[in-house]
T-cell receptor, first 114, second 117 residues
């Protein structure tokens, strides 16, 4: 079975500073990787995903993540955060053999301070 | 893009009563719907997977008689929490697969916060 570990439960960061959210996974087969963002009392919104091809994937709002197969990681980065980036971020994996069900990490709460 | 409409967004019910949560796919056909439960400041835990026209598949430890899932049409899936108790209070979220397997397309509803008093 696959699993996802988000190493930081909370990340405080100042506005306009860079941020990195760490995500490591374990799986014996190939995986698809996702980052979702959740604002309070809302569902999840897809930030970006890696299915195949280029290992560096980017979102339209400045986030990017790099798939590193040897490190089994999919860390999320943003070079300059805004107050509006304050939210909970979830890393997730899915495996075709498991019916493509998403397995989520524990989440990382990002608090952007002015 | 694909939208999943989830209702109600909040519900408060008395202990012992049942509550129904609906998820509708608005502009696509959702053959598969996933139901998650999220405790405060925790991650999403998959409860069950429902496929249109067939019985839902429940994850280990989830009581199928307590959490009734119906997926009678390609655009509607419901979760009914039967005989609710305070420990059932949680945030429930549905998700629909929007593209073929392996494409990574999932759309989430906005969630339902259930409070049982």
């Amino acid at each position: 079975a696959q699993s996802v570990t988000q190493l930081d439960s909370q990340v405080p960061v100042f506005e306009e500073a860079p941020v990195e959210l760490r995500c490591n996974y374990s799986s014996s087969v190939s995986v698809y990787l996702f980052w979702y963002v959740q604002y309070p009392n809302q569902g999840l919104q897809l930030l970006l995903k890696y299915l195949s091809g280029s290992t560096l994937v980017k979102s339209i709002n400045g986030f990017e993540a790099e798939f590193n197969k040897s490190q089994t990681s999919f860390h999320l980065r943003k070079p300059s955060v805004h107050i509006s980036d304050t939210a909970e971020y979830f890393c997730a994996v899915s495996v075709s053999a498991a019916g493509n069900k998403l397995t989520f990490g524990g989440g990382t709460r990002v608090l952007v301070k002015p | 893009g694909a939208v999943v409409s989830q209702h109600p967004s909040r519900v408060i019910c008395k202990s012992g009563t049942s509550v129904k949560i609906e998820c509708r796919s608005l502009d696509f056909q959702a053959t598969t719907m996933f139901w998650y439960r999220q405790f405060p400041k925790q991650s999403l835990m998959l409860m069950a997977t429902s496929n249109e026209g067939s019985k839902a598949t429940y994850e280990q430890g989830v009581e199928k008689d307590k959490f009734l899932i119906n997926h009678a049409s390609l655009t509607l899936s419901t979760l009914t929490v039967t005989s609710a108790h305070p420990e059932d209070s949680s945030f429930y979220i549905c998700s629909a697969r929007t593209q073929g397997e392996g494409s990574g397309g999932y759309t989430f509803g906005s969630g339902t916060r259930l409070t049982v008093v």
